[in-house]
């Protein structure tokens, strides 16, 4: 009898614990209720779950967020088509804004058939690793080292290596992810709109007959797109052409045209680049040597 009394009391006990329990799990639930509009789960579905951060956002989930919110735009997405952000916008009765595209640009042309390599590098295969080393043996040392951490980065395959081992941008592809930006260890990529159509494919800071004596496609400072573009487009500032896009207007293919090395280039709407009439013609297929005695 006493058994059965013990445990009659130990399940009316676990039975008022549960209860209570419960009662309180009920109250906090009210309590810390966080109402979450239903659209987001709906939007998210219309992103591409990329999870780039092109947008801005850490990923399309708080892009998601911020598009209900509406301290977003549709089009800050630049992975998807502009017809699957018209859905987006349609949904949330807001207006789709244009945005200009944007693309990565890599400042330098320096393949292996213009540039030299002055050390062999043995190692890791990564452009980081490698310029870790003494720079990574190129001559130039502002040079694109030509490994490719730049193709692996890039989930959307915009990025190719090319036989002389320089990075060529698929800009149709190109979502401007900022992935090639953030592991260049030369901060060679930047994101530039495509309306930027006057850039310097160069980062060498060091200036004549020195510099060229690394790479044919340098920039030597010379002065000459400064002198031949409107006041204030171009500026030489350490060694290195410079262009002032606050008067994009003012750009055009002039400044490119005496440029004797061709570092200075001009984009085309269709994509591809191209260099002034002065521009050395680069005619050698061939890989460079190493060359140990500079």
């Known amino acids: 009898m006493a058994e059965l009394t013990s445990i009659a009391v130990s399940a009316g006990f676990m039975g008022a614990l549960g209860l209570i329990l419960a009662v309180i799990l009920v109250l906090a639930n009210k309590r810390l209720f966080v109402y979450e509009d239903p659209r987001i789960d709906e939007v998210e579905e219309l992103l591409p779950r990329a999870n780039c951060g092109a947008c801005g956002s850490p990923g399309c989930r708080p892009f998601a967020e911020g598009l209900v919110a509406g301290s977003c735009e549709p089009s800050h997405c630049t992975v998807n088509p502009r017809e699957t952000n018209a859905l987006i916008a349609d949904f949330l009765g807001v207006e789709l804004s ?57 989930e959307f395959d915009a990025i190719k290596m090319d036989r002389y081992g320089l990075p060529v941008v698929d800009e149709a592809l190109c979502t401007a992810c900022n992935g090639c930006v953030e592991v260049c260890p ?46 204030g487009l171009i500026t030489i500032t350490d060694n290195l052409a410079v262009i002032d896009y606050s008067k994009n207007g003012l ?29 050395r013609k680069i005619i050698r297929k061939n890989v460079l040597p190493v060359n140990r005695s500079a």
């Open 186 to 231: 030369k901060d060679l990529f930047s994101l530039q709109p495509v309306t930027h159509q006057l850039f310097v494919a160069c980062r060498n800071l060091e200036k004549g007959d020195h510099a060229e004596a690394e790479c044919e496609v340098i920039c030597t400072a010379c002065e000459r797109c400064a002198v031949d573009s409107p006041e």
């Open 98 to 154: 244009h945005r200009v595209k944007q693309v990565a640009r890599l400042a330098c042309a320096g393949g292996r058939h213009v540039a030299y390599i002055r050390a062999s590098y043995e190692g890791l295969d990564h452009c980081r690793a490698a310029a870790l080393v003494s720079g990574g043996g190129k001559g130039c040392a502002w040079g694109c080292l030509g490994m490719g951490d730049c193709a692996v980065v890039c």
């Open 251 to 279: 750009a055009s293919k002039v400044a490119i045209e005496r440029c004797p090395t061709g570092a200075i280039v001009w984009f085309g709407k269709q994509g591809g680049y191209q260099v002034g009439r002065d521009a």
